[in-house]
C-alpha cells in the first residue's frame, strides 16, 4: 500500500529532554532531503543507509530551525512498513511546533490520530488485535495491564484467533468439498466427528470468554466501593491504602458527606476506590443525600469492602449493609483491632458468608492480607502472561459471543440432523467473527473508528 507523506510529534507537547517528530510515507526521505543538513558532509538523506542516525540541522531556507539526530528507516523494515524518517530535536513546545511546521511546508501533511499504526495494520505489518494494543499499552494503569497489553502487542490474541479459524476454516473446506463431490467423498459419520471438533472450539472459546472478566480488570481496574456505618474507619482505610491524606478524619461521626474517588494500586492491580458517607437513619438533609448516593454507589462496584468497628456492638445501621452485601462480592474488614474488641470476627462470619479481615487503619496492620484477598478473588492468584491470552477488549469479547451463538447453532443443527450445508453457514460465521477480531473481516468504517482514539504521533 503507498500512500502520501504525513507527520506528526511523536511526543508529549509539553517542555522536555527531547521531542520527536516522524515522517512517513512514499516522499519521506525526499522532504527531509530538503530540510536537513549533515554536520559533515553533504551527503543526501535519501542516500544514506537504512537504520543509521545522522547528527545534523534542520533548515528553513537559510534559517536554522533546531540542531538534531535524524534517524532513517527504509520500507519495509519500518512501523509502517513504509520509509520512515524520525527528528529528534530539543524538547521545548515551540521547537518542536516550528519543526513540524517546516516538515508540513517541505511536502508532508499532518496525520490524522493513530494514522501511523493504521497504515502499520493496512500495511500488514501488525493486525487489528495488535494495532489496538498499543493504545492500551500507552494508556495501561498497572502493571498486569501492561504485561497483557505487550502480551497482545507480540501476538498472542492473533496467535489464538488464527489457531482457531484454522480449524474452522479446514472444517468448511471438507463440507463444502463433499457437497460438490460426493462421489468420492464420504461424510459418513462426520457429523459425530464434527460435533468433537466444535465441542473442543467451543471449549476454547468458552475460556477465552471467561478470561474477560480478569481482562476488564486488568485494563480498566476494579470498581471498589467502602461501606460502613459512620466512625468506623472507612476514610482512614482509604488514606492507608492511596498512601496520603485524601479524606478528612475526625472523631465525629458522619465527617464523610460526600463520594471521595481514588485511584489505588494495589500488588498491580488497579483499584477505582470510593469512599462513601457513612450509612445510617438521620435527618440531616445534607447527610441523608450523601447515604443515598452510598447505596447507588454499592449497587454498581464490582467489589464492596464493608468496614465494621470492632470496638462497638453491631446495630441496625450494620444490619442493613448486611443485608446490601450478602449478594455482592465483597470483603468484610473488621476494623479498629488496636481498641478493645466488642464485636469478633466469627460474629460477622456468622452473618456472611464472606472472608472477614481484623485490621487495624490506624497501626497498618491486616493491610497486606487485605491486598492478597482482593487480587486472589479477581485473579485467582498470580497469572502468568507466558501461557495465557487475556481478552481485554469489549469488541473482542462481543465478536467471541458471537462466535460462540455460531458454534452452538452447529451443535444444534448437529442434533437435529440438519443437511451438512447448515454446519456450513454456521461454521462461516463463526470463522468470520473470529476474522473481526484479527481485522480478517472489518470494515473501513469500524478500522477508522478504532484509529481515532489514538493521538496524533501514534
Not at 475460556?207 to 470498581?223: F, R, T
Amino acid at each position: 500500500m503507498k500512500t502520501d507523506t504525513i507527520a506528526a510529534i511523536a511526543t508529549a507537547m509539553s517542555n522536555s529532554g527531547i521531542g520527536i517528530v516522524r515522517i512517513s510515507g512514499d516522499e519521506a526521505l525526499q522532504v527531509a532531503d530538503r530540510i536537513f543538513e549533515p554536520r559533515k558532509g553533504n551527503k543526501k538523506v535519501s542516500d544514506m543507509d537504512t537504520h543509521t542516525i545522522h547528527y545534523g540541522f534542520v533548515k528553513d531556507g537559510d534559517e536554522v530551525i533546531d540542531e538534531v539526530m535524524l534517524l532513517i528507516m527504509k520500507a519495509p523494515n519500518s512501523y509502517t512498513r513504509e520509509d520512515t524518517v524520525e527528528i529528534d530535536c530539543h524538547g521545548g513546545v515551540l521547537v518542536m511546533k516550528k519543526l513540524l511546521e517546516t516538515v508540513l511546508k517541505y511536502g508532508a501533511r499532518p496525520a490524522e490520530p493513530g494514522e501511523f499504526t493504521k497504515r502499520a495494520f493496512l500495511n500488514g505489518r501488525i493486525d487489528l488485535s495488535q494495532a489496538e494494543s498499543v493504545i492500551d499499552v500507552i494508556n495501561a494503569k498497572n502493571d498486569f495491564a501492561l504485561k497483557s497489553s505487550v502480551s497482545q502487542l507480540q501476538g498472542a490474541v492473533l496467535n489464538k484467533i488464527k489457531d482457531l479459524r484454522g480449524i474452522v476454516i479446514h472444517q468448511i473446506a471438507f463440507i463444502e468439498s463433499a457437497l460438490d463431490d460426493p462421489e468420492h467423498i464420504d461424510i459418513a459419520g462426520y457429523p459425530e466427528e464434527l460435533k468433537e471438533i466444535v465441542d473442543n472450539l467451543l471449549a476454547d472459546v468458552n475460556a477465552l470468554l471467561k478470561s474477560s472478566d480478569n481482562g476488564k480488570v486488568l485494563k480498566e481496574g476494579i470498581n471498589t466501593v467502602i461501606v460502613g456505618k459512620p466512625n468506623a474507619g472507612k476514610s482512614s482505610l482509604l488514606n492507608l491504602l492511596a498512601g496520603q491524606e485524601r479524606a478528612i478524619v475526625t472523631d465525629i461521626a458522619g465527617t464523610t458527606r460526600d463520594i471521595l474517588e481514588e485511584q489505588i494500586q494495589l500488588n498491580g492491580i488497579s483499584l477505582n476506590m470510593i469512599d462513601t458517607a457513612g450509612i445510617r437513619d438521620t435527618d440531616d438533609i445534607v447527610e441523608k443525600i450523601g447515604v443515598a448516593k452510598s447505596k447507588e454507589y454499592l449497587e454498581m462496584a464490582d467489589l464492596v469492602i464493608y468496614v465494621a468497628d470492632s470496638s462497638t456492638s453491631l446495630d441496625e445501621n450494620d444490619e442493613q449493609i448486611i443485608e446490601a452485601i450478602k449478594n455482592k462480592k465483597a470483603i468484610v474488614l473488621l476494623n479498629k483491632s488496636d481498641l478493645t474488641m466488642v464485636t469478633e470476627s466469627s460474629v460477622l462470619e456468622e452473618k456472611l458468608d464472606k472472608k472477614v479481615i481484623v485490621i487495624s487503619a490506624k497501626e497498618n496492620t491486616g493491610i497486606r492480607e487485605l491486598e492478597n484477598t482482593i487480587k486472589d478473588m479477581f485473579l485467582q492468584g498470580e497469572v502468568s502472561f507466558n501461557d495465557e491470552v487475556y481478552i481485554t477488549n469489549i469488541r473482542h469479547k462481543n465478536a467471541l459471543l458471537e462466535t460462540k451463538n455460531s458454534l452452538e447453532m452447529v451443535l444444534n443443527s448437529i442434533e437435529n440432523c440438519m443437511p451438512e450445508d447448515f454446519y456450513s453457514i454456521d461454521l462461516m460465521n463463526a470463522y468470520e467473527e473470529l476474522g473481526s477480531i484479527i481485522g480478517e473481516s472489518v470494515g473501513e468504517d469500524l478500522v477508522n473508528e478504532i484509529f481515532s482514539k489514538f493521538c496524533m504521533g501514534k
